[in-house]
């Protein structure tokens, strides 16, 4: 591949691998095949190892104002290059998912210096033109499941809450409990799915499904449809089970369980849900469901140290409850959290 063919991020990978000419200077550049009177434009890397464009400026070249972005540090600053101090344009590129634009990005300010128009406003108009793609920092998205089983939780602890305001004391999920919701030797499970006709449920571990020992556990199994604009989100159900409960600030504290800092965050977010219906089962008897007493010596096998598994829910209708039921159940779990 001839110089004139190899784009920026082709520079970038040699640096990371140290290739690049010995030199007393600052930092270790690759020369651009584009230069100014100023000199050759260089690639270099931060401290970090992020991408870095650094475009030689004459004494008398004024910059102007450049476009602000959270993505890109740019600055004008001087280095010693070629063994003399360099007048430089500074562009490095901070967000590691980006540099895949920035890399189009710069091979386009190289082409257009090239071309003859002056760095300031080669890099003006290039970041003008890439501004819907890089001037937006990415955010991570958490993943649909995730999402969903927690919007999940935070239904049934509305619920809940509408109750008493001590619910959130109930609330085990996001802390790594056994059950989603405990008190006493009452346990609830939650379940959540996008789809009515979809009866399959995964259980985590082995003794997801065991019951509390003396007391009962019962499984809702809830089905909240994707909607755009829909009204159930983490923050909507969030801000409404803040208002309600005794002590909201431990909410926080709660679902810093799950990684969830800000429940208003667009990463918590970006789906939105109706509720479809709800299915709450007793689970015992006939229910589908492994636990340890399924195994020889009430153990798992040696040697086994995690066991996930799905059933399917078609086969446990005669273990759903009446509504009347429900209510009862929400009932003696808020009378476990009272104090004697």
Same mark, same amino acid.
């Given at each position: 591949?001839?110089?004139?063919?190899?784009?920026?991020?082709?520079?970038?990978?040699?640096?990371?691998?140290?290739?690049?000419?010995?030199?007393?200077?600052?930092?270790?550049?690759?020369?651009?095949?584009?230069?100014?009177?100023?000199?050759?434009?260089?690639?270099?890397?931060?401290?970090?190892?992020?991408?870095?464009?650094?475009?030689?400026? $004459?004494?008398?070249?004024? @910059?102007?104002?450049?476009?602000?972005?959270?993505?890109?540090?740019?600055?004008?600053?001087?280095?010693? #290059?070629?063994?003399?101090?360099?007048?430089?344009?500074?562009?490095?590129?901070?967000?590691?998912? =980006?540099?895949?634009?920035?890399?189009?990005?710069?091979?386009? #300010? =190289?082409?257009?210096?090239?071309?003859?128009?002056?760095?300031?406003?080669?890099?003006?108009?290039?970041?003008?033109?890439?501004?819907?793609?890089?001037?937006?920092?990415?955010?991570?998205?958490? /993943?649909?499941?995730?999402?969903?089983?927690? @919007?999940?939780?935070?239904? @049934?602890?509305?619920?809940?809450?509408?109750?008493?305001?001590?619910?959130?004391?109930?609330?085990?999920? /996001?802390?790594g409990g056994r059950h989603d919701f405990r008190?006493?030797?009452?346990?609830?499970?939650?379940? %959540?799915?996008?789809?009515?006709?979809?009866?399959? @449920?995964?259980?985590?571990?082995?003794?997801?499904?065991?019951?509390?020992?003396?007391?009962?556990?019962?499984?809702?199994?809830?089905?909240?449809?994707?909607?755009?604009?829909?009204?159930?989100?983490?923050?909507?159900?969030?801000?409404?089970?803040?208002?309600?409960? %005794?002590? /909201?600030?431990?909410?926080?504290?709660?679902?810093?369980?799950?990684?969830? $800092?800000?429940? %208003?965050?667009?990463?918590?977010?970006?789906?939105?849900?109706?509720?479809?219906?709800?299915?709450?089962?007793?689970?015992?008897?006939?229910?589908?469901?492994?636990?340890?007493?399924?195994?020889?010596?009430?153990?798992?096998?040696?040697?086994?140290?995690?066991?996930?598994?799905?059933?399917?829910?078609?086969?446990?209708?005669?273990?759903?409850?009446?509504?009347?039921?429900?209510?009862?159940?929400?009932?003696?779990? #808020?009378?476990?959290?009272?104090?004697?």
């Open positions: 591949m001839s110089d004139s063919k190899r784009t920026a991020g082709y520079h970038w990978s040699l640096l990371r691998q140290g290739d690049f000419a010995p030199s007393k200077d600052e930092l270790p550049t690759r020369l651009a095949n584009v230069e100014v009177t100023a000199g050759p434009l260089r690639f270099a890397l931060g401290p970090a190892q992020e991408a870095r464009l650094l475009l030689p400026l $004459s004494k008398s070249e004024k @910059v102007g104002k450049l476009p602000v972005s959270t993505s890109l540090r740019i600055k004008e600053t001087h280095a010693v #290059i070629d063994g003399s101090t360099s007048r430089l344009l500074d562009i490095m590129c901070t967000v590691k998912e =980006l540099e895949s634009v920035f890399t189009e990005v710069v091979d386009e #300010i =190289l082409s257009r210096i090239q071309e003859g128009t002056s760095v300031p406003s080669a890099l003006r108009s290039t970041l003008h033109d890439f501004r819907a793609l890089l001037f937006l920092t990415p955010t991570k998205t958490i /993943p649909t499941e995730i999402v969903l089983g927690l @919007v999940g939780e935070l239904f @049934v602890l509305n619920e809940l809450l509408d109750r008493s305001p001590e619910a959130w004391r109930a609330w085990m999920g /996001p802390q008190a006493g030797s009452l346990a609830l499970e939650v379940k %959540s799915t996008r789809s009515a006709s979809n009866t399959l @449920v995964t259980i985590q571990s082995v003794d997801q499904l065991s019951v509390p020992s003396g007391g009962q556990l019962y499984l809702t199994r809830l089905t909240l449809e994707p909607t755009p604009g829909g009204v159930l989100n983490v923050a909507n159900l969030y801000n409404r089970a803040a208002l309600r409960c %005794s002590e /909201p600030e431990k909410l926080k504290e709660i679902l810093l369980g799950l990684d969830c $800092s800000d429940p %208003s965050a667009d990463e918590w977010n970006h789906l939105s849900f109706s509720f479809e219906g709800e299915e709450v089962f007793e689970v015992g008897g006939s229910f589908p469901r492994l636990t340890e007493d399924n195994f020889v010596g009430s153990k798992s096998p040696q040697g086994v140290l995690d066991i996930s598994y799905k059933i399917d829910l078609s086969h446990a209708s005669d273990c759903i409850i009446t509504s009347d039921k429900k209510e009862t159940i929400q009932n003696e779990l #808020i009378a476990c959290l009272s104090p004697e």
